[in-house]
């Protein structure tokens, strides 16, 4: 089978590739920047939990689909379309990514993944996040990277202004880029907020001969 690229590293699709990379200026401008940021920060708070379908593109352009479920703070699991054997889970403090094909399972701390970003309700993004003009008033991009540990790589997290959002907002989706500049785009549809999620939803098996079982 094609080795497929995780969601946690990411190539932009169709729509997410219209963003453009000029960022805010000063003035005015700069203010609704930290407006913009101060929004997504409101987002990223109040979002306990959330489901969604999800469709990923890979540098090659490859796409795989799944579902998604998130609950607050850290908390993950990428469920790929039947006949992917990977599974990707963050329980709050890690992410793991575990292929069945291969029996390897890969760990590694959510903040030094893209994502943390998005799934660390402490963090600031005003302290290392840009906004990015999209051109349109009712799309708000974000990128975020830590200028000090350029290994944890970037993300761009695209919302859409809904005011029956949380914080008036919609995740649309996200590009990241990881420390091996991998880059991959998931998009976003049919989100639900609010919904339960078991703690099921974070465990998983562990494929490996001697391996101790995770659970799920």
Do not use: C, H
Not at 46 to 51: D, Y
Not at 61 to 80: A, D, N
Not at 105 to 121: F, H, N, T, Y
């Amino acid at each position: 089978m094609k080795r497929i690229l995780a969601p946690i590293a990411l190539t932009p699709i169709a729509l997410i590739l219209a963003v453009p990379v000029a960022f805010v200026a000063t003035g005015a401008v700069a203010q609704q920047g930290q407006s913009d940021l101060s929004q997504v920060n409101a987002y990223i708070r109040a979002v306990t939990s959330m489901t969604a379908d999800f469709a990923q593109t890979d540098r090659n352009g490859q796409v795989l689909t799944g579902t998604i479920q998130m609950r607050s703070p850290g908390k993950i699991r990428f469920q790929y379309q039947k006949g992917v054997p990977l599974l990707i889970v963050g329980d709050g403090k890690a992410l793991t990514m575990i292929d069945y094909e291969v029996r390897q399972v890969q760990r590694w701390p959510i903040g030094s993944s893209p994502l943390g970003a998005l799934l660390d309700p402490s963090k600031d993004l005003s302290k290392f996040g840009k906004v990015v003009q999209t051109g349109d008033p009712n799309v708000l991009s974000v990128e975020a990277r830590d200028p000090k540990r350029p290994e944890f790589g970037t993300i761009t997290m695209i919302f859409q202004r809904n005011a029956s959002a949380p914080a008036g907002l919609q995740l649309y989706g996200w590009v990241a880029l990881d420390s091996q500049n991998n880059r991959t785009a998931v998009r976003l549809s049919n989100q639900r907020y609010g919904v339960p999620v078991p703690d099921s939803a974070f465990r998983w098996t562990d494929p490996r001969p001697k391996g101790r079982p995770g659970g799920g």
